[in-house]
């Protein structure tokens, strides 16, 4: 069952913060965060683990409440260059989807000047 | 640059055809993922392969078949091409990490098929 993103859509102006949220209803092992511009591939921001292990490699930040199957991705202090649409991709619980994705409707993020 | 390649970039054919698209996985990994990304679908898994074997399965149609080859790259069949399957389709690869099953996806850029 596809996960649900909130809110579809948000606008910032520059350097103001903007939380997006990813709701499953199975129990999750992991949850991956890509961003993706017009036309071009969904690009890595972010994996959250089950067990609280985090990985990335932007300044953007995740959380991941286990109790609650739910991830939010943090972006502070955003730039010209984060919009875009962005993705939560989820893998169930159970380690038998081997890395089998299931991604979220996407929500559209467009920072101003 | 992710480092997976696919081919062709942009695709025309007309309903009934068949085309076949390519994916070249980065340098290293094993597993390849395809992925058909429609607006009112949005990003759907369709099938997964590791080391040339299938691994995973998602909504894909019976129309559709892929495969793994020896050096690791991957092609996706469509057959009997239909309207509704105009859209982006993406190859994605990995590699297993750390002996943990979940993998970083690394997507190419993509083939954008337009059936007429």
């Known amino acids: 069952q596809q996960p649900v993103q909130s809110p579809q859509a948000v606008i910032l102006r520059e350097g103001e913060d903007a939380v997006i949220n990813c709701s499953s209803s199975k129990a999750l092992y992991s949850v991956h965060w890509y961003r993706q511009k017009h036309g071009e591939a969904p690009v890595f921001l972010m994996i959250?683990?089950?067990?609280?292990e985090q990985k990335g490699h932007e300044k953007i930040s995740a959380s991941f409440n286990e109790k609650k199957q739910q991830s939010s991705l943090y972006l502070t202090a955003s730039q010209l260059s984060y919009s875009g649409t962005y993705f939560c991709g989820t893998e169930p619980a159970g380690g038998t989807s081997y890395g089998k994705l299931t991604f979220g409707q996407g929500t559209i993020l467009t920072v101003h000047p | 640059d992710s480092g997976v390649t696919q081919t062709p970039k942009h695709l025309i054919t007309a309903t009934g055809q068949r085309v076949t698209l390519r994916c070249s996985p980065r340098s290293g990994d094993l597993s390849v993922y395809w992925y058909q990304q429609s607006l009112d679908q949005g990003l759907q898994f369709l099938i997964q392969?590791?080391?040339?074997?299938?691994?995973a399965k998602g909504n894909i149609l019976e129309r559709f078949s892929a495969q793994q080859f020896p050096d690791l790259h991957s092609e996706l069949n469509l057959s009997s091409l239909e309207l509704g399957d105009s859209a982006l389709y993406f190859c994605?690869?990995?590699?297993?990490?750390?002996?943990?099953?979940?993998?970083?996806?690394?997507f190419g850029p993509g083939t954008r098929l337009t059936v007429l």
């Open positions: 994605a690869s990995s590699v297993p990490s750390g002996g943990g099953i979940t993998d970083t996806q690394y």
């Open positions: 959250l683990l089950k067990g609280g």
């Open positions: 392969y590791y080391n040339g074997e299938e691994r």
